[in-house]
């Protein structure tokens, strides 16, 4: 019997785990719609206000497009793995936003006003630091996990927040609501907006390890699993606390998203549908209650449930009413299902909230329900995407930040396009990136960011094995 020894090298394999593709170019094509759309609109209102193309049409087109620039080109390099559908939706909100707020800027009406300051170029100042926030978050922020270091910093911080609108000769009373604090040279700001993300990070950090034991059931009630009596504590904090800044910030709108967030991130945590249940009676209970007794929330309660009535003591001069929900309504009822056209409305008549609380009662208005209905789509799927980047999170905090910033950025559009359609009361919140803000812009501009930077690690492929240099010798005897 002969033998023939044959020699090969047997070399370990070099492809790595199958990942999803980098789709930079996929949004930079987006991006490109994105900034478009708006300049088209931006120039329909000119034409419709003046009977000509505006003079400031291309630097408005280079500015968006410089922002969306620097935001693209961020990504593809500090998260080139992330969702590519994020950052052109932002993107596409905030541009249709400074348009609204440039036409409304251009009333005669509200030119004519003794306060009246244009608002459009600020809102471009704030897009533009908003931009720098979400390029210094994908530049700083390396790891989304290593936010869980900072549970209860987070939560110190977070109280720190929303106290500092209490704080004498730094809180601004407006308009009834003690959510801003004055900055020299800088105007007001409103750490609600901040809070929120932070908040996040804090109920992100704590259910994760928490979560096992808030799962736990006691007995069955009615077809729900009631938890333990020793972990409602969590929750009942949580709900005193938010009664808290109701009582001395009057401010229906950070009291529900601080709540409900925590709700969300709960019932994601747990799986117990008992939790939402508590939550939705001790929210209104808590909303009923402090409505008995607190002047600001009863007249925004009343100016839901009676605009007209509201409208007509407001006529009269009735102190403590307000004619801004039923101007709303007649907006959107003038809209109809196609609007008036860009620049050919009149919800200026509202006043000074018209680019702020009631910006979506101008879209409401010149672009109609079909319009209206195109953005929420948009903002529909900014939160669809947030809970895609969950489900694909590799890690229980990446999940839970998530879904908890992705329910808190739907809860403020839920909570002001309620409001302003008379389906909730008025919150006094500002619709994300559409309407006039600084806080607002600037926050929502962060959480798009964060969410980015945990969808990058999601969606990167796994890292190949490292070729071995020893190779394994085999040998092949044949008979």
Same mark, same amino acid.
């Given at each position: 019997?002969?033998?023939?020894?044959?020699? !090969?090298t047997?070399h370990?394999?070099?492809?790595?785990?199958?990942? #999803?593709?980098?789709?930079?170019?996929?949004?930079?094509?987006?991006?490109?719609?994105?900034?478009?759309?708006p $300049?088209?609109?931006?120039?329909?209102?000119g034409?419709? /206000?003046?009977?000509?193309?505006?003079?400031?049409?291309?630097?408005?087109? &280079?500015?968006?497009?410089?922002?969306?620039?620097?935001?693209?080109?961020?990504?593809?390099?500090?998260?080139?793995?992330? @969702?590519?559908?994020? &950052?052109?939706?932002?993107?596409? /909100?905030?541009?249709?936003?400074?348009?609204?707020?440039?036409?409304?800027?251009?009333?005669?009406?509200?030119?004519?006003? !003794?306060?009246?300051v244009?608002?459009?170029?600020? +809102?471009? /100042?704030?897009?533009? %630091?908003? *931009?720098?926030?979400?390029?210094? *978050? %994908?530049?700083?922020?390396?790891?989304?996990?290593?936010? +869980?270091?900072?549970?209860?910093?987070?939560?110190?911080?977070?109280?720190?927040?929303?106290?500092?609108?209490?704080?004498?000769?730094?809180?601004?009373?407006?308009?009834?609501?003690?959510?801003?604090?004055?900055?020299?040279?800088?105007?007001?700001?409103?750490?609600?907006?901040?809070?929120?993300? *932070?908040?996040? $990070?804090?109920?992100?950090?704590?259910?994760?390890?928490?979560?096992?034991?808030?799962a /736990?059931?006691?007995?069955?009630?009615m077809?729900?699993? =009631?938890?333990?009596?020793?972990? %409602?504590?969590?929750i009942?904090v949580?709900?005193?606390?938010?009664?808290l800044?109701?009582?001395?910030?009057?401010? %229906?709108?950070? !009291?529900l998203?601080?709540?409900?967030?925590?709700?969300?991130?709960?019932?994601?945590?747990?799986?117990?549908?008992?939790?939402?249940?508590?939550?939705?009676?001790?929210?209104?209970?808590?909303? *009923?209650?402090?409505?008995?007794?607190e002047?600001?929330v009863?007249?925004?309660?009343?100016?839901?449930l009676?605009?007209?009535?509201?409208?007509?003591?407001?006529?009269?001069g009735?102190?403590?009413?307000?004619?801004?929900?039923?101007?709303?309504?007649?907006a959107?009822?003038?809209?109809?299902t196609?609007?008036?056209?860009?620049?050919?409305g009149?919800?200026? =008549?509202?006043?000074? #909230?018209?680019?702020? @609380?009631?910006?979506?009662?101008?879209?409401?208005?010149?672009?109609?329900?079909?319009?209206?209905?195109?953005?929420?789509?948009?903002?529909?799927?900014?939160?669809?995407?947030?809970?895609?980047?969950?489900?694909?999170?590799?890690d229980?905090?990446?999940?839970?930040?998530?879904?908890?910033?992705?329910?808190?950025?739907?809860?403020?559009?839920? $909570?002001v396009?309620?409001?302003?359609?008379?389906?909730?009361?008025?919150?006094?919140?500002?619709?994300?990136?559409?309407?006039?803000?600084? !806080?607002?812009?600037?926050?929502?501009?962060?959480?798009?960011?964060?969410?980015?930077r945990?969808?990058?690690?999601?969606?990167?492929?796994?890292?190949?094995?490292?070729?071995?240099?020893? #190779?394994?010798?085999?040998?092949?005897?044949?008979?």
């Open positions: 019997m002969s033998s023939t020894t044959n020699p !090969s047997q370990t394999s070099t492809i790595g785990a199958i990942g #999803a593709p980098s789709r930079r170019n996929t949004e930079l094509a987006l991006l490109v719609f994105a900034v478009v759309i $300049v088209f609109a931006y120039a329909n209102v034409l419709a /206000l003046n009977d000509e193309v505006p003079a400031g049409l291309l630097s408005y087109g &280079l500015g968006l497009g410089l922002l969306a620039g620097v935001g693209h080109l961020a990504v593809r390099k500090f998260a080139p793995y992330a @969702d590519p559908l994020l &950052l052109p939706l932002a993107t596409l /909100l905030n541009g249709i936003g400074l348009v609204a707020i440039w036409r409304l800027d251009q009333s005669k009406r509200l030119q004519a006003s !003794s306060v009246f244009e608002a459009a170029p600020r +809102q471009l /100042l704030y897009s533009a %630091l908003g *931009v720098a926030l979400f390029v210094a *978050v %994908l530049f700083f922020l390396k790891d989304h996990r290593v936010l +869980q270091r900072y549970t209860y910093i987070s939560m110190a911080g977070a109280l720190v927040l929303l106290l500092l609108p209490l704080v004498p000769g730094l809180g601004h009373d407006n308009f009834g609501a003690k959510i801003w604090i004055k900055i020299p040279g800088l105007g007001t700001l409103q750490p609600g907006e901040f809070a929120k993300i *932070v908040l996040a $990070v804090f109920f992100a950090g704590y259910l994760m390890v928490k979560r096992d034991a808030l /736990l059931a006691s007995r069955r009630f077809g729900l699993y =009631l938890p333990r009596g020793r972990d %409602l504590g969590p009942i949580v709900w005193i606390i938010s009664i800044i109701l009582v001395f910030e009057t401010d %229906l709108g950070t !009291s998203l601080f709540f409900g967030m925590f709700v969300i991130m709960l019932y994601v945590a747990t799986e117990r549908t008992s939790w939402i249940v508590f939550g939705l009676l001790m929210s209104a209970a808590g909303a *009923v209650g402090v409505a008995s007794f002047p600001h009863q007249q925004r309660v009343q100016a839901w009676d605009p007209m009535r509201e409208f007509e003591l407001s006529r009269e009735v102190i403590g009413h307000t004619e801004q929900s039923m101007q709303a309504l007649w959107f009822g003038s809209g109809g196609l609007g008036s056209g860009w620049g050919q009149h919800s200026d =008549l509202i006043g000074f #909230a018209a680019n702020s @609380d009631f910006i979506l009662a101008t879209f409401g208005e010149e672009i109609g329900l079909a319009g209206v209905m195109a953005l929420l789509l948009l903002y529909a799927l900014i939160v669809e995407r947030g809970v895609r980047t969950s489900l694909a999170a590799r229980p905090f990446g999940k839970l930040l998530a879904i908890g910033l992705s329910g808190a950025f739907a809860l403020q559009v839920f $909570v396009a309620g409001g302003v359609m008379s389906l909730i009361p008025l919150t006094g919140m500002t619709m994300p990136f559409l309407a006039y803000g600084g !806080s607002s812009v600037i926050a929502n501009w962060a959480l798009i960011g964060i969410l980015l945990i969808s990058d690690t999601a969606r990167r492929p796994a890292p190949a094995p490292a070729t071995n240099p020893d #190779a394994e010798m085999t040998q092949v005897v044949r008979p």
